[in-house]
């Protein structure tokens, strides 16, 4: 069995978005049942682990430095942040919600 988007845990944790990830991951999934040519074993499916990870970076069990601070002071420094144009459309919407600094998946590679 293969998890793929939200069922791998795969929504970004700053936006909650999850659709650009639940397709990749999907895709990625395919590539390697196809590579699989039937043989379904754990060993045959590690690939898509490593490939999750090479393209989405390894899971953080941890909570991160920000979910450390009190919610208070996260509140108003994102309150702040919100005001401020360049923030919201460079950070927020640019990079936290559409990644648009993440490069397209490559073209499949061929299976034989």
């Keep these: 069995m293969l ?5 791998a845990g795969l929504a970004y944790p700053q936006s909650g ?3 650009r990830p639940a397709v990749e991951s999907a895709l990625l999934a ?3 049942i196809a590579e699989c040519d039937g043989d379904y ?8 682990v490593d490939l999750l990870e090479a393209r989405f970076g390894q899971r953080e069990p941890a909570p991160g ?3 450390k601070l009190p919610a208070g002071f996260r509140q ?8 401020n144009q360049w923030f919201s459309r460079n950070i927020l919407t640019n990079r936290w919600f559409l990644h648009a600094q993440d ?5 499949r590679v061929k299976v034989h």
Excluded at 3 to 7: F, K, M, N, S, T
Excluded at 103 to 107: A, C, F, N, T, V
């Design 30 to 32: 395919a590539q390697v």
């Design 17 to 19: 978005e999850g659709i």
């Design 76 to 83: 108003a420094a994102a309150r702040l942040l919100m005001r």
């Design 3 to 7: 998890l793929v988007g939200d069922a």
């Design 41 to 48: 074993r754990c060993e045959n499916l590690q690939s898509y």
């Design 65 to 67: 430095l920000l979910d």
């Design 103 to 107: 490069k397209p998946l490559p073209p």
